[in-house]
């Protein structure tokens, strides 16, 4: 057994999948969640995801061994430290935000150092579903979780989280606080912004009644993160607002690009720009593959 | 049978596929293929999908029924000009290509009239694999075959071109070119552009070793388009160029908003962009559940 007491502050998709997992795992053995909405917790004993909870905060973090922060990227910057505020050295504390640089800086801000049983982390698993009742065991099965230890960080709590991640069937990897928010910046906060103004764009056009009557299954697939949490999403755009708007910037040089070969009919550049384009996507596409035949089951 | 005699001219995923469907759909009695490259066709022979080809022009148009001009879009402006010039009022001429208002224009600029027996097409369907050795008889099942008939187009000409496309188990929509080309270009040509501009973006950056090694599903659905097959679609781009470029204008302008409310903070207006996308991008993946759900079995 990895871990007695867990608490999970904020009980949602990833709160909750987190609980289910490790139950299934039998590496924990207590769950107790806290959150700001009593209704959701009683669904989480409900649904049989944790043991207790409760809406005290204090009262959860007593004994914990490991305490994750698993609210929305704000909420989380503030709680972090006022978990680190409530606990003891011994208690292993980490979470699951999108963007990590924010949250170190919050930290920072409140203290002379940075404690060591600090762990960010970040599971790169989600769904545009979200909330208690999407919930489920193998949400992080053969996903990425990525840790972000800082140079304070106690080598025995990142491994503790480590190996809290590695019972969902999550493959656990290291990197440093800039490079996670690069990365993320690139592959999912600004995709998720491009999509979300995609569709916005169209549906203020006079024929978005049609526009939406005749899009086919690739508009579909494009536009299916524009389907997620907008509250989450516009959270993560600010907490990683540095990062983000780099991305956009390389990403609108190299539209504008493109759009003046379209104006201009250069159909020799369009096509370069499309080639490198798609020898880079199919790369990535057989990346992917490849990963997913090399991870172990979790069984 | 709908058809004694069909001509296909370009034996890719489309001709291939829509020779396939009504061969097996019982529909055809004869199918003659013709291309710049003898291997393709002969491949299509060897698969069963065409009886005959030829890369002579002429021999191939003889006694056709139906001529379905099925190359790239730039080819096909040229071809549909050279098609009509041989064939006589009874042989129905159509078109698969992505857009249609550079075709009709390229007819125009030919002759006094737009002859009666031209039915322009384009069934919206399609993969990010393409080629002969993709085609397969199901490809149109269930999706959609808008067809552009001018004011010049003979009713019977139309009816018979909507059966060939009923008989694949498509369902079959009449708009007007500019409707046609403004929707295309919304839903199809411009997520195109922003995937390829997206992933050319990426793959520049110095960090893109991580950025395609840590990217996920969500990131996978988005870019999936960027796949696609390069000189069609930067021969589609210039073809629908100035719808196009109305489009991505369109899509720069929220994106510029989406980016200022990030710089300055506004957590509240990125929240109401996020929240009126996500209305939208559920209420068409409601649109596209039902039509599924409506569309009748092919047998």
């Known amino acids: 057994m990895l871990i007695n007491k867990l608490v999970i502050l904020g009980l949602g998709l990833i709160g909750g999948s987190l609980a289910a997992a490790l139950r ?58 006022r978990v680190l505020d409530r606990v003891g050295p011994d208690t292993v504390v980490t979470d699951v935000a999108s963007v990590k640089g924010n949250i ?72 440093s606080i800039p490079d996670h928010d690069r990365v993320l910046a690139a592959t999912s906060h600004l995709p998720h912004v491009l999509a979300f103004a995609l569709v916005d764009a169209l549906s203020g056009l006079d024929s978005s009644q049609d526009i939406f009557r005749f899009a086919a299954g690739g508009f579909r697939d494009f536009t299916r993160i524009a389907s997620s949490d907008p509250t989450m999403w516009s959270e993560i755009s600010l907490a990683n607002k540095e990062a983000l708007l780099e991305t956009i910037d390389a990403f609108d040089a190299h539209l504008a690009k493109l759009r003046s070969s379209i104006e201009t009919g250069d159909l020799e550049s369009i096509a370069a720009t499309f080639t490198h384009a798609k020898s880079a996507r199919d790369h990535f596409s057989r990346l992917m593959d490849e990963r997913q035949s090399q991870l172990p089951d979790k069984d």
């Open 24 to 81: 299934e795992a039998g590496q924990v053995n207590q769950v107790v969640a806290w959150g700001r909405r009593e209704s959701t917790l009683a669904r989480g004993l409900e649904l049989g995801l944790i043991d207790s909870f409760s809406l005290d905060l204090d009262e959860v973090l007593a004994d914990a061994d490991v305490v994750v922060v698993a609210t929305p990227t704000l909420l989380a910057e503030e709680l972090v430290n």
């Open 104 to 175: 170190y800086r919050a930290v920072q801000a409140q203290r002379a150092t940075v404690p060591g049983n600090l762990v960010l982390g970040h599971p790169i698993a989600g769904s545009e579903k979200s909330g208690v009742d999407a919930a489920k065991a193998d949400l992080f099965d053969r996903h990425r979780v990525i840790l972000t230890p800082s140079e304070e960080t106690d080598a025995k709590a990142e491994l503790l989280i480590r190996k809290m991640w590695q019972a969902t069937g999550a493959e656990v990897v290291s990197m």
